[in-house]
């Protein structure tokens, strides 16, 4: 596609679900990052993908969260056991070098835990 | 938190004026974008200056960057109704320059 896409747009959940957040980056795109925006908040950095190095998973707010990516393509961030507190946009990127150049966002998802 | 820090937190113009936003950071960088961002879904990216950069135009913006005191400004001149939005500094660091950071952002509004 000509951006990056991420499904669902809208997530609503019960507490203690488990949820599965998509990103499709910009193809060739090497480097992919997740971050999550709480309302009225900046970005927080969660997980950083480089094509095939270990990701940078230092964002990460706990254990109930995780991230796979496969080579250069789709990613996919997981939440176990979800909790009020993790309602929020979480917005991917994606870039062709990591962080020397521009980062491309997709529209987010935004998830509701109920 | 390796996070930039903008100022202000929300700022308020007439369209026509100038609007200043200010981002500083904590750590060395190797280089430090402006993204804006509209209802609160994706960011568009506006500039990226390089640490060994002081200075960038792009249209109606002009970037500065002052590495010794950690802090970068953006300018937007003639603001428009459009202008509306919020506007976040990010630093890249790290061994290889590749951790984006954002920091807390500054909403810009311009009325018309």
């Known amino acids: 596609g000509a951006g990056v896409s991420q499904s669902p747009s809208n997530k609503v959940t019960e507490k203690g679900k488990d949820v599965e957040l998509r990103c499709d980056p910009i193809?060739?795109?090497?480097?992919l990052y997740w971050y999550r925006q709480r309302l009225g908040q900046g970005l927080e950095f969660l997980i950083y993908?480089?094509?095939?190095?270990?990701?940078?998973k230092s964002g990460l707010p706990s254990d109930r969260f995780s991230a796979e990516r496969t080579g250069e393509s789709v990613s996919t961030l997981t939440i176990q056991r979800t909790q009020q507190e993790d309602s929020a946009v979480y917005l991917c990127?994606?870039?062709?070098?990591?962080?020397?150049?521009?980062?491309?966002f997709g529209q987010g998802t935004r998830l509701t835990v109920v | 938190s390796q996070q930039g820090e903008e100022d202000p937190q929300a700022l308020s113009i007439q369209e026509g004026e100038n609007a200043t936003m200010n981002c500083s950071y904590k750590?060395?960088?190797?280089?430090l974008q402006w993204y804006r961002q509209n209802s609160g879904r994706g960011l568009v990216h506006l500039i990226l200056?390089?640490?060994?950069?002081r200075e960038k135009h792009s249209g109606r913006l002009r970037v500065t960057l002052d590495t010794s005191k950690k802090s970068s400004s953006l300018l937007i001149t003639a603001s428009r109704a459009a202008d509306t939005a919020s506007y976040f500094c990010?630093?890249?660091?790290?061994?290889?320059?590749?951790?984006?950071?954002f920091g807390a952002g500054t909403i810009l509004r311009v009325k018309s």
């Open positions: 200056i390089r640490s060994n950069e």
């Open positions: 993908f480089q094509g095939n190095s270990a990701p940078d």
């Open positions: 990127a994606s870039s062709t070098q990591g962080a020397v150049t521009e980062a491309f």
């Open positions: 750590t060395s960088i190797n280089n």
């Open positions: 990010a630093t890249a660091y790290g061994e290889y320059g590749n951790k984006l950071v």
């Open positions: 193809s060739g795109h090497t480097a």
